[in-house]
């Protein structure tokens, strides 16, 4: 199944400061003169989740690939975990298998390019789908719950022709498009796909009604933020726009004002502002879920708590669920894992946005 992104459709925007951040130095370009290391880490220049969010630059513009539109504060040299060892950006979680330009391939596992580069994007790809998995298995799928997409997942770069990226369950991979930003240039993009792939782990055939196809959304845009937030807090990197803001790089390509947000965790919509839109109807479902996050925090759990709790309740969900039978579904898990006042926390946040069970 498909899922289109429909940017300009659900943008939202507001205001916010420009900040910018002292710079970091990028790796060495890739080498591929040796025969390769059988490595399983390596490095690799990736943006801090994305420019607008790192620096709190919301005037940064994509300029047609340009090196000089974004700042070297953007860039971390970060380790590439769970390599094959081949040289080439497959490991036991990701496979880019596929790409227009030039394949990434390092004889040292090095990987250091900037965005002008089209390899950069296979880089991203690469680490976030990776970081992902990684903080989907940190909270205990794979070992004490459950594994969930525990496999390598394949990833296709810019071979769709517009502006837009899916994931296709059929054939099992994510594809990333071009045009203004290039999607796999923001990390949230990435992410938010990959939480596709994550349900249909879960739930094969999920998304079969219009409903479902929201609540998948709105998981690809919470995943997205979440995992974003705690890479930064793995890596002391900032983050100077707003935490709820999603894809605030990709963006910047289609909104005319600031802050540059796809689409946002906190719309304040409820049920009866639905448009029978995949995207704009998800503002609903990830609303929720962002205050069940600071429900859980205020009550002394932690968000690691939230997020293990919300992604395990997934497994319960029908193809064709409900806003109300999802709701109920991840009430119940919370009652078990966290107790009645997480429950309760949980049923009013649905409750907030007019979903009642």
């Not at 390599?83 to 490991?91: A, E, F, N, P």
């Not at 990987?111 to 903080?135: H, I, K, L, P, S």
């Amino acid at each position: 199944m498909t899922h289109l992104e429909k940017k300009a459709r659900t943008a939202l925007a507001g205001s916010a400061a420009l900040v910018i951040c002292l710079g970091v130095a990028l790796a060495a370009p890739a080498q591929a003169d040796k025969p390769p290391s059988n490595s399983s880490t390596g490095t690799g220049s990736v943006f801090e989740v994305n420019p607008v969010q790192s620096t709190g630059n919301q005037s940064l513009t994509d300029q047609k690939d340009a090196a000089g539109a974004v700042p070297a504060s953007a860039y971390a040299t970060v380790r590439l975990r769970n390599l094959d060892g081949s040289g080439r950006l497959v490991g036991k979680w990701v496979n880019v298998r596929s790409s227009t330009g030039a394949e990434a391939y390092s004889a040292t596992n090095t990987f250091g390019y900037t965005r002008a580069d089209d390899r950069f994007e296979q880089v991203m790809a690469y680490f976030w789908v990776n970081q992902a998995q990684e903080y989907i298995r940190s909270l205990g799928f794979g070992t004490t719950l459950r594994p969930v997409n525990a496999e390598s997942q394949d990833v296709r770069i810019n071979q769709y022709g517009v502006d837009n990226s899916f994931s296709w369950d059929k054939h099992d991979y994510l594809r990333f498009g071009k045009g203004g930003v290039d999607d796999a240039e923001d990390g949230e993009v990435i992410v938010h796909e990959y939480g596709h792939a994550v349900h249909d782990a879960q739930v094969p055939g999920f998304g079969t009604s219009l409903v479902a196809g929201s609540i998948g959304e709105a998981f690809g845009d919470y995943l997205a933020v979440i995992v974003g937030l705690d890479a930064a807090q793995q890596n002391g990197w900032p983050v100077q726009a707003p935490e709820p803001c999603v894809a605030d790089w990709d963006s910047v390509s289609y909104t005319s004002t600031a802050p540059h947000c796809l689409r946002r965790l906190d719309s304040g919509l409820v049920l009866e502002d639905r448009e029978d839109e995949v995207h704009f109807d998800g503002m609903i479902w990830s609303h929720a879920l962002w205050d069940i996050r600071q429900r859980y925090v205020a009550l002394g759990f932690t968000t690691q708590d939230w997020d293990r709790t919300l992604i395990d309740s997934q497994f319960d969900y029908a193809p064709d669920a409900s806003f109300d039978d999802a709701a109920r579904a991840t009430y119940l898990k919370a009652l078990a894992n966290e107790g009645p006042d997480a429950a309760a926390a949980v049923q009013d946040a649905f409750a907030d946005r007019h979903i009642d069970f």
